[in-house]
């Protein structure tokens, strides 16, 4: 399914593990239009979901409602998803 948000890479980040050696990581924050996703599209994003991002899928790992819409308590306007790089193997999309 094909769901239009905001992306901000975070970048590559390496990292030493002793039994294993370098390990790269990758994450991004996927902001989606709350109101775009219910009443559109009838989704909604939970925690261990996958992203797509180029050719390279992602997980949600943690999920918050950030903005308000003008100020207003219970009025919320996006779902921002941190994610980050699903191990190969993981997850299969066939």
């Not at 180029?54 to 994610?83: M, N, W």
């Amino acid at each position: 399914m094909r769901v239009f948000a905001l992306i901000n890479w975070e970048g590559l980040e390496t990292e030493w593990t002793n039994d294993i050696g370098l390990d790269k990581k990758s994450s991004i924050t996927a902001h989606f239009h709350k109101r775009r996703l219910t009443e559109d599209q009838d989704l909604f994003v939970r925690v261990g979901d996958f992203v797509l991002y180029g050719d390279i899928y992602y997980e949600i790992v943690t999920l918050s409602e950030p903005k308000q819409l003008f100020g207003q308590i219970d009025h919320r306007l996006e779902v921002a998803a941190k994610c980050i790089r699903a191990r190969e193997g993981l997850f299969d999309a066939d």
